[in-house]
């Protein structure tokens, strides 16, 4: 080969080289916008309430506008819910209308709510339910009782909703002891984080073949992904996701609505 043809030879190679590494970067620079884009820096935007973190995500609320088929009460519920302190506390109403499905899904009849709140999600469970519909409400806080007590009436199902103010894990331990076991459709789990994982053992008891336990906030705002070490509720909710991810007893699907919502089916 002459010098002339070398050296033709070694700019074309060179050309081709800064073409790949050009093309390379374009693809790295659009893959680090479309991140930065979806996740906002770390954080995704797809996690969130809508009526909380999400209420500002354009695609969030899109979901909700053309999904969202909330009756008259529950709207009356979720605005005077809103009003309170902790109103960020309050399950998603694309969370409760996807299980008011499931429970239509699975002809439910039985259902526990563990962490009732101002009482949305079981007057969703009640109104989702047949006239012989029971849902057993855990709650401790009488205040939150209160508000929900009227809301219930007016919807006509306050004869489904039987609320257990105590702690959920006594009314729990009270429905096994009472051969309630293997006899409940759907349980959701929406209470303190550290019991969490007993919750969800006693739930498994109580639930029959087939039956659904959901489990919210199982993402945390996307904190379980790398807890920090002082991080006490994280790394719980984390080391329950895992449990759950291995466990044979169950059919699972871990979704991003709302603050992360786990479906668990019993085998």
């Known amino acids: 080969m002459s010098n002339s043809e070398h050296w033709s030879q070694t700019k074309t190679d060179q050309s081709l080289l800064w073409r790949e590494n050009m093309a390379a970067g374009i693809q790295f ?20 309430k809508s009526h909380s973190r999400g209420k500002d995500d354009p695609v969030l609320q899109y979901v909700v506008n053309n999904s969202l088929r909330e009756h008259p009460v529950l709207t009356k519920l979720k605005l005077r819910t809103l009003d309170d302190q902790w109103h960020a506390m309050m399950v998603s109403v694309e969370q409760a209308q996807l299980m008011a499905n499931l429970i239509k899904l699975i002809n439910a ?3 526990i709510e563990i962490g009732m709140y101002t009482g949305y999600n079981a007057l969703s469970m009640a109104l989702a339910m047949p006239e012989n519909g029971r849902v057993v409400a855990c709650e401790t806080n009488d205040a939150y009782v ?7 009436k007016e919807a006509e199902v306050e004869n489904k909703i039987n609320i257990r103010l105590q702690m959920a894990m006594t ?13 409940f459709d759907f349980v959701f789990i929406d209470a303190d984080k550290s019991n969490y994982d007993g ?24 904190r379980v ?8 509720t994280s790394r719980t909710l984390d ?29």
Not at 146 to 152: L, Q, R, T
Not at 204 to 221: H, T, Y
Request: hydrophobic content about 45%; glycine content about 10%.
């Open 225 to 232: 992904v790398d807890p920090a070490p002082d991080d006490v």
């Open 171 to 183: 009314t729990l331990d009270e429905l096994i002891a009472a051969a309630e076991t293997g006899t």
């Open 199 to 222: 919750y969800y053992e006693k739930s498994l008891e109580l639930v029959r073949k087939g039956g659904i336990i959901a489990i919210d906030n199982v993402l945390w705002s996307g």
């Open 109 to 111: 009849t039985k259902a």
């Open 239 to 267: 080391a329950l996701n895992k449990k759950l991810h291995k466990d044979q007893r169950i059919d699972l699907s871990m979704l991003t609505v709302g603050d992360g919502l786990s479906i668990a089916i019993k085998r």
């Open 29 to 48: 620079l659009f893959c680090l916008g479309l991140s930065v884009l979806l996740t906002g820096l770390g954080r995704t935007v797809i996690v969130g």
């Open 146 to 152: 209160e508000i929900a007590k009227p809301f219930f």
